[in-house]
């Protein structure tokens, strides 16, 4: 009886397990927008996706800084544009690197995607 109590609550108490790997966001965004996954530069370095015209970094809202830079490195050395497909898990509390990061692509011209797990769950 006590295990089943436990087990009870453990099952009470867990999150919900929506939460995906940013892999999970980056096959499904890249696939429904032809592009290729995982691709390797001379230097060792992987483009997360990489279409007709952008190579594309994808990362969680809260590490919007390097997805700046790493964007703009593959777009260089890919001779594409840089973007970035920003993972939103929470809206509310990413809202604000949103912010912050349009500031940059505004300047730099990087475009810019925001994907949700819904996105996942639709598709």
């Known amino acids: 009886m006590r295990i089943l109590i436990l087990l009870l609550l453990i099952i009470i108490y867990l999150p919900p397990s929506f939460a995906y790997y940013e892999k999970d966001y980056q096959n499904a965004w890249c696939t429904q927008n032809n592009g290729a996954t995982e691709i390797t530069l001379y230097d060792k370095t992987r483009v997360d996706c990489v279409t007709k015209t952008h190579a594309i970094e994808f990362d969680f ?63």
């Open 61 to 123: 809202a809260k590490k919007w800084k390097e997805a700046i830079g790493q964007s703009l490195y593959y777009s260089i050395v890919l001779k594409k544009i840089p973007g970035i497909v920003l993972i939103i898990e929470d809206p509310q509390k990413d809202s604000k690197y949103i912010k912050r990061l349009q500031k940059v692509t505004d300047k730099y011209n990087i475009t810019v995607w925001t994907i949700t797990p819904d996105y996942l769950v639709q598709n």
